[in-house]
Nanobody, 123 residues
Framework: VQLQASGGGLVQAGDSLRLSCAAS????????MGWFRQAPGKEREFVAT????????NYADSVKGRFTISRDNAKNTMALRMNSLKPEDTAVYYC?????????????????WGQGTQVTVSS
């Protein structure tokens, strides 16, 4: 199983970014997917999750209304659209997969992880 996260970069506060996660080696539609992030010196935290069918979705309060998670089961991909970025969004962002019987915001429930992509938001 491989999860490849991409799309990170250095942006200014208020800008937008779109992260992508490409999955291989698994039946993508059998998995719920999530985005997590980890800032320097902090624990990994939940960002968003999406059900195997694309609905429902769930977001951390800190990103609700600014971030949108989506998936394309035909292409085995997931995305995170991030608008109105803030300096506190700076972190390494990870995509992760969990069997679709679990709909979780807890990182330890996810069995497969991507390598992470760095998002840096300057003020």
């Amino acid at each position: 199983v491989q999860l490849q996260a991409s799309g990170g970069g250095l942006v200014q506060a208020g800008d937008s970014l779109r992260l992508s996660c490409a999955a291989s080696g698994l039946t993508f539609s059998s998995y719920n997917m999530g985005w997590f992030r980890q800032a320097p010196g902090k624990e990994r935290e939940f960002v968003a999750t999406i059900n195997w069918s694309g609905d429902p979705t769930n977001y951390a309060d800190s990103v609700k209304g600014r971030f949108t998670i989506s998936r394309d089961n035909a292409k085995n991909t997931m995305a995170l659209r991030m608008n109105s970025l803030k300096p506190e969004d700076t972190a390494v962002y990870y995509c992760a997969a969990v069997m679709r019987g679990y709909y979780s915001t807890r990182s330890h429930d996810y069995g497969y992880w991507g390598q992470g992509t760095q998002v840096t938001v300057s003020s």
